[in-house]
């Protein structure tokens, strides 16, 4: 499975963008990298996935490197509720079909006022 | 709403008792997932499901036990097996299999031991 290496925690001051790296420098060309948050005591939460181009939805935008090493989620104005732990996963087949998460322990992000 | 219902939220079992967790899915998926969480650390997969009256095991899956009699359930069993069942479980739903098809989680059960 690739690995993914992410910053413990980051702050970030509130309106300001915040911007989590993670490096996946093992990922398969056919591998995906995945981008959840999760709150205390709350299932984790789908926000973004991209494969080789860059990618925005609602609620952020995820930058890939050209030669897929390293991502970047961008939460372009943080709030308090942006606050959680974020989870950077390369999507992996399992053998016999279907496919798994691999979470690792993430980056605490904690945004100020 | 379509979403993933887990219920129920917080369950205590006690020694050499089964416990059954419930997951109901509205959102069509065929392919469904559950996961354990222990504090401080990420999620493992314990079963997962393509398609109805199939499943396979995950990384963790000695001392459970599932079912996919229908599309929208999905439930997990914890025996008496499973020597440390306290855990945060998860479940979640994917359109299909495929490895560009996002998870989606459901609220997930708190289960203790007495």
């Known amino acids: 499975d690739a690995k993914t290496t992410q910053p413990p925690s980051m702050d970030c001051a509130e309106g300001r963008a915040a911007n989590l790296p993670c490096n996946h420098s093992?990922?398969?060309?056919?591998?995906?990298v995945y981008w959840y948050r999760q709150i205390h005591s709350q299932g984790p939460q789908y926000i973004i996935h991209?494969?080789?181009n860059n990618e925005t939805n609602e609620m952020a935008s995820l930058i890939i490197t050209e030669d897929r090493k390293s991502s970047t989620l961008i939460l372009p104005h943080a709030t308090l509720r942006d606050t959680a732990v974020y989870y950077c996963?390369?999507?992996?087949?399992?053998?016999?079909?279907?496919?798994?998460?691999?979470f690792g322990t993430g980056t605490q992000l904690k945004v100020e006022l | 709403d379509g979403g993933i219902t887990q219920s129920p939220k917080y369950l205590f079992r006690k020694e050499g008792q089964n416990v059954t967790l419930s997951c109901e899915q509205n959102?069509?998926?065929?392919?469904m997932y559950w996961y354990r969480q222990d504090p401080g650390q990420g999620l493992r997969l314990i079963y997962y499901?393509?398609?109805?009256?199939?499943?396979q095991k995950g990384d963790i899956a000695e001392g459970y036990s599932v079912s996919r009699e229908k599309k929208e359930s999905f439930p997990l069993t914890v025996t008496s097996a499973q020597k440390n069942p306290t855990a945060f479980y998860l479940c979640?739903?994917?359109?299909?299999?495929?490895?560009?098809?996002?998870?989606?989680f459901g609220d997930g059960t708190r289960l203790s031991i007495l």
């Open positions: 979640a739903s994917s359109l299909n299999r495929g490895a560009g098809q996002p998870q989606h």
């Open positions: 093992t990922i398969s060309g056919n591998e995906y």
């Open positions: 991209g494969l080789k």
């Open positions: 996963i390369v999507r992996v087949l399992v053998t016999g079909g279907g496919n798994k998460l691999t």
């Open positions: 959102l069509n998926h065929d392919a």
């Open positions: 499901s393509q398609i109805v009256n199939d499943f």
